[in-house]
């Protein structure tokens, strides 16, 4: 069974950051473009950011731009997401994904998923 591990998240204060990380087991993920996606309570699930297999290109939502970098490490088959000058619309519970394709920011084209990791920013 494939899994999507996420760790890293926690109540942190507004202005605050934490560092997402996300490790596969059951395979490696290194020729996957590697997503993160956010949940927050009564909303749908959104797109945060998105690294290519290479690490070459990114994508970011704009909620997130210039606060947010994603990055990976394929030796050691992990994910990356970290997150500074957070808000409370930040809150939301984080999940790692995974899709086949090359690049791709939407949703439907990740097939793997974690579990969710949360993260609540508040004071």
């Known amino acids: 069974q494939v899994q999507l591990v996420e760790s890293g998240g926690g109540l942190v204060q507004p202005g605050g950051s934490l560092r997402l990380s996300c490790a596969p087991s059951g395979r490696t993920f290194s020729r996957y473009n590697m997503g993160w996606f956010r949940q927050a309570p009564g909303k749908e699930r959104e797109f945060v950011a998105s690294?290519?297999?290479?690490?070459?290109?990114?994508a970011y939502a704009d909620s997130v731009k210039g606060r947010v970098t994603i990055s990976r490490d394929n030796a050691k088959n992990t994910v990356f997401l970290q997150m500074n000058g957070l808000k409370p619309e930040d809150t939301a519970n984080y999940y790692c994904?995974?899709?086949?394709?090359?690049?791709?920011?939407?949703?439907?084209?990740?097939?793997?998923w974690g579990q969710g990791t949360p993260v609540t920013v508040s004071s």
């Open positions: 690294i290519t297999w290479s690490g070459s290109t990114t």
């Open positions: 994904a995974a899709s086949s394709m090359w690049y791709t920011t939407r949703e439907a084209d990740f097939g793997f």
